[in-house]
């Protein structure tokens, strides 16, 4: 498909709006709208009031019309708020021009100025957007100075997408790009659902979070002894570390490394480390108030999809309920006779990885249903026989190898990982190569194509620049997590399209809600759906799928978080309401 096949014409859109009430996680207001049609440029303004009258957009939205948008994401969002139908095509220039440039060194990031700047085309200073902005967050009510104000600011990012679109448009694979935009129609569809929260215990939590930190550093502590007030003291949990035998990675310096990512890794191999994990990251990096909660007690954020490098969405840690600790995930609670699934591919990056490769072995292992136990017994360290309950430790130390493959982890860092000698891991992942010889293959033309070609790509177009990228673990991972994202899009797409309520995607997994009495025939759709998208991306591979329920009046938990979310329960004053 190309410009030509719009007869019906191609119109560049963009809203002002604010959240309602001036409360971040409430759906948004929209202030006023420009549509300029392309390339003729006739323009039309609307205000708000106007808006509010219309049933329906004032512009061709069909299936002979194109909708063009930066971050088209938001202005579907001002469609829904108005109650009008989504355009049936989309073009996303921020997701077109992040496609472009995934992996360059950008000098003014990827917002709508930077792609003007990195086109060289005219724009309007960044301090003027940012005073127009604020403007537009007072809610109002604007003099009528300020309302043409207004409407001039949003004009100017109209023409600016006329600038963008004359610049970029024999840079567009239109096929691809318009299934980007229907996947930010999607996008929208999930961030106006929102995540369904228990907002009586989210208030407790807000109005007494102060004393609680305190109260769970005197509760946990006591099995560690390694905090002097609210002060974690490195010398204590290295202590800590020696007397229970725990190896623990260390910096280039020799000091432990005591970053949250390897808290979180090594409370996957030593579950006594995990209630510490979740202290240190509840004290340090969560604040409460920080999480976006509408006044309908739904957590809505912007999900920013195409913001990470393999294109995988990447929303505020802070704003979105699967950001913080996960024991807050607790918080998650289907309304009054409705259920809630979360539905995620089954070792999704390994299934991936076997079907892009094409690896005999790995795809029966996957077809297995247990591909860590298939892999030991593949390699001759367990019978033919061997289940996870007859040979448990055989097969985690070959899930970690796994693992570590996947996140291309050294030999040393698996070691501490199974707490195993250097050697017994550098065993491991030679059986890992021995194994699958066909991947590593496959692996190694990655890297030889990132270093030579210059450029890595995912099935439905989504590419990286890799000259300035010398790291082998991102490129042998970015085959894997860049497919992966493109598997969720293609799956939020159809979903939301068959009529499914998606709350949210996280990674390889999405929440929906359903009715109680239509919650099994939505998720029998559910799978189905994420089913025939693993067939689209891996060329007909199907991948399977696990699904957790949670049914009202129960709550969603993630077991990493169960004692946590325990502990934090019996210290709220009043009725505790676990």
């Not at 808290?263 to 340090?284: D, G, H, I, N």
Request: aromatic share 10%; hydrophobic share 40%; proline share 5%.
């Amino acid at each position: 498909m190309d410009t030509l096949d719009f007869p019906d014409g191609i119109y560049l859109v963009d809203f002002e709006f604010h959240p309602a009430g001036g409360r971040e996680g409430n759906l948004p207001t929209p202030v006023c709208m420009v549509v300029r049609a392309w390339p003729s440029g006739g323009t039309s303004r609307y205000w708000q009031a106007d808006l509010e009258q219309m049933a329906a957009a004032p512009f061709p939205t069909g299936e002979e019309a194109l909708c063009v948008a930066y971050y088209a994401s938001a202005e579907m969002d001002c469609f829904h708020a108005l109650g009008w139908a989504h355009p049936t095509h989309v073009l996303d220039l921020f997701a077109e021009f992040r496609c472009l440039t995934n992996g360059l060194r950008l000098a003014h990031g990827n917002g709508l100025l930077g792609a003007l700047l990195y086109y060289g085309l005219p724009s309007i200073g960044g301090e003027q957007k940012s005073t127009m902005r604020d403007l537009v967050l007072t809610g109002g009510p604007w003099s009528m100075p300020e309302q043409v104000a207004i409407l001039d600011y949003c004009e100017t990012d109209v023409v600016a997408l006329a600038y963008l679109i004359d610049a970029m448009q024999n840079q567009i694979d239109w096929a691809r790009a318009l299934l980007r935009g229907r996947y930010m129609k999607s996008v929208s569809c999930i961030q106006m659902n929102g995540v369904p929260l228990d907002i009586e215990v989210h208030s407790l939590l807000l109005s007494q979070w102060s004393a609680i930190q305190d109260q769970l550093i005197a509760d946990i502590d006591l099995d560690y002894g390694v905090y002097d007030g609210r002060s974690f003291k490195t010398s204590r949990w290295e202590e800590y570390l020696v007397a229970n035998d725990i190896p623990w990675p260390r910096l280039e310096s020799g000091r432990l490394d005591m970053s949250d990512d390897t808290f979180r890794k090594m409370a996957r191999t030593y579950v006594e480390v995990a209630p510490m994990r979740e202290l240190r990251s509840s004290l340090s990096g969560m604040r409460l108030a920080n999480l976006y909660v509408g006044d309908d007690g739904r957590n809505r954020c912007l999900l920013s999809p195409f913001q990470a490098r393999t294109g995988r969405n990447q929303p505020s840690n802070s704003k979105f309920i699967f950001g913080p600790s996960v024991w807050l995930r607790g918080l998650i609670r289907p309304k009054p006779g409705w259920g809630l699934a979360y539905v995620d591919w089954s070792q999704q990056e390994f299934g991936i990885a076997a079907a892009l490769s094409g690896d005999p072995a790995m795809l029966d292992a996957y077809r297995s249903g247990d591909p860590y136990m298939a892999f030991a017994i593949q390699a001759g360290a367990a019978p033919p026989t061997a289940t996870k309950w007859t040979h448990e430790a055989v097969r985690g130390q070959f899930k970690e190898c796994v693992l570590a493959v996947q996140y291309g982890m050294g030999e040393a860092s698996l070691a501490a990982r199974i707490n195993q000698p250097v050697a017994r891991a550098r065993q491991l992942l030679e059986l890992h190569r021995r194994t699958y010889r066909q991947f590593w293959k496959w692996s190694d033309s990655a890297v030889d194509e990132a270093v030579l070609g210059g450029r890595l790509w995912a099935g439905f177009g989504w590419q990286i620049h890799t000259r300035d990228e010398i790291n082998d673990r991102s490129l042998r991972n970015f085959p894997m997590q860049a497919n992966g994202a493109e598997m969720l899009r293609i799956a939020s797409i159809l979903l939301t399209e068959a009529g499914i309520r998606v709350c949210a995607p996280v990674h390889d997994a999405l929440l929906i809600e359903a009715p109680l009495d239509e919650l099994d025939e939505a998720i029998a759709t559910t799978e189905s759906l994420m089913q025939e998208a693993s067939r689209i991306v891996l060329d007909g591979f199907e991948l399977g799928s696990d699904v957790k329920e949670v049914r009202y009046p129960d709550r969603y938990m993630d077991k990493r978080g169960v004692v946590m979310w325990n502990k934090v329960m019996n210290l709220i004053s009043g009725p505790v309401l676990a």
